[in-house]
């Protein structure tokens, strides 16, 4: 079954770090570009940082540039998001996704994890 | 930031057509970038809906469409059933900010 599960979430001083994991099953993270989305309370979506398909190529939102920083494990097939000097405006469910190729651009989003919760407090 | 507009809300009776539209601009969706549609279950992740404009995964009920014009898209729902009730997301890429971005989000109730 193609699942992504995010744990590492939590209740964090300002200033202070975090690490998020996005672990993979049912499919090879290598194959894939992977996001990471953010939603505060009661907000909408926001797009938060992405690693291509070979990781060489990592891209993020003007909001967490400099402070967050995507990775990822081949071996273990989980991907990290790295969160440092957090603020409290960075306070939301923080979920990873899987891109869905087709012929066009921009990235879809087919598989998303079911989001770990962010504190910053 | 969302710099893709949606209407906050819609509603509609069971049986009855919605369209929720998203508008965007010349840096978005007007340069080109295809428009991707999700819809948000309270308390679930989002599930991707539409993509490439008008394109449905499998699994998704052909009562979902989609369609793109200009600076704008549109996301179509006949034959509205209770479960649709959810918030729906549009979702592009701007080439100036250089990033993916979302709309604001569409609360569809069903009446």
Not at chain 2, 33 to 49: I, S
Request: with cysteine; glycine share 10%.
């Amino acid at each position: 079954q193609v699942q992504l599960v995010e744990s590492g979430g939590g209740v964090v001083q300002p200033g202070r770090s975090l690490r998020l994991s996005c672990a993979a099953s049912g499919f090879t993270l290598s194959n894939y570009a992977m996001h990471w989305v953010r939603q505060a309370l009661g907000k909408g979506l926001e797009w938060v940082a992405v690693i291509s398909f070979d990781g060489r190529n990592k891209y993020y939102a003007d909001s967490v540039k400099g402070r967050f920083t995507i990775s990822r494990d081949t071996s273990k097939n989980t991907m990290y998001l790295e969160m440092n000097s957090l603020r409290a405006e960075d306070t939301a469910v923080y979920y990873c996704a899987r891109v869905y190729y087709y012929e066009s651009s921009p990235d879809a989003f087919d598989i998303w994890g079911q989001g770990t919760m962010v504190t910053v407090s | 930031q969302s710099v893709l507009t949606q209407p906050p809300s819609v509603s509609g009776a069971p049986g009855q057509r919605v369209t929720i539209s998203c508008t965007g601009s010349s840096s978005d969706i007007g340069a080109g970038y295809d428009v991707h549609w999700y819809q948000q279950l309270p308390g679930t992740a989002p599930k991707l809906l539409i993509y490439g404009n008008s394109n449905r995964p499998s699994g998704v009920p052909d009562r979902f469409s989609g369609s793109k014009s200009g600076t704008s898209a549109s996301l179509a729902i006949t034959g509205l059933q209770a479960e649709d009730e959810a918030n729906y997301y549009c979702q592009s890429y701007d080439s100036r900010l250089r990033g993916w971005v979302f709309g604001v989000g569409t609360k569809l109730t069903v009446l």
